[in-house]
């Protein structure tokens, strides 16, 4: 079994600041992790992804993120937010014995203001 | 190269009625999966299709059935449209191996009536 909870449905931001999105998974076997990106009425971007390599994961547009397995964590950063980021970000738990179904948490929307 | 492909972008359908939904998967991968994103939720796995086979299957009514073709592109059908039908739906491909880097569509929006 898998699932991943993010822990803000929305999170505000100032243009310039560090933007941060949690994410805590649970998995019965080795995951691999993702962050996807949706802007508005598009579909799902992928922004990095994590597949038992380096725990600090580097993305597109600056995002990381980091793979804690003691806390179950994989929360999504970025030093500096700009106004583009507004949009829903999913964090995305994969298991081996999923046969690739992906499990998506509800999401967190970003809102970035001037 | 082009990415996922899926057709139409935009439908609207009467309750009751049958749609189909296309995807094309980007060059190289072997494996569709297809997903429904209700309005302000996170996408739903419905199945996933490899080598022609439907490989793993969400919660969804059998209603909702696929296939796929030698080319490996795929179509979703669903059957007796229900206004909780209306939902953007994504097609998702890969190869086929865990860790592999998924690659979602742009989506097809379907609106029951």
């Known amino acids: 079994a898998q699932s991943v909870t993010q822990l803000d449905s929305h999170v505000s931001v100032s243009e310039g600041t560090p933007v941060l999105l949690r994410c805590n998974y649970s998995s019965s076997y080795s995951p691999s992790l993702f962050w996807y990106v949706q802007h508005p009425n598009k579909g799902l971007q992928l922004l990095l992804k994590?597949?038992?390599?380096?725990?600090l994961v580097k993305g597109i547009n600056g995002f990381e993120a980091e793979f804690k397995k003691s806390e179950t964590s994989f929360h999504l950063t970025k030093p500096s937010a700009h106004m583009s980021d507004a949009a829903e970000y999913f964090c995305v738990v994969i298991s081996t014995d999923s046969w690739g179904k992906l499990q998506f948490g509800a999401g967190t929307q970003v809102v970035v203001t001037p | 190269d082009a990415g996922v492909t899926q057709s139409p972008t935009h439908l609207i359908k009467t309750r009751g009625q049958q749609v189909t939904l296309r995807c094309s998967p980007k060059s190289g991968h072997d494996t569709v999966s297809w997903y429904q994103q209700a309005l302000g939720q996170g996408p739903q796995f419905i199945f996933q299709y490899y080598e022609e086979e439907e490989r793993q299957r969400g919660n969804f009514p059998d209603r909702f059935s696929g296939h796929q073709f030698p080319n490996y592109s795929s179509e979703l059908n669903v059957n007796a449209l229900l206004l909780g039908d209306s939902a953007l739906y994504l097609c998702?491909?890969?190869?086929?191996?865990?860790?592999?880097?998924?690659?979602f569509g742009e989506g097809s929006w379907l609106t029951v009536v």
């Open positions: 994590y597949t038992s390599a380096a725990t």
């Open positions: 998702a491909s890969s190869q086929t191996g865990f860790g592999n880097t998924i690659y």
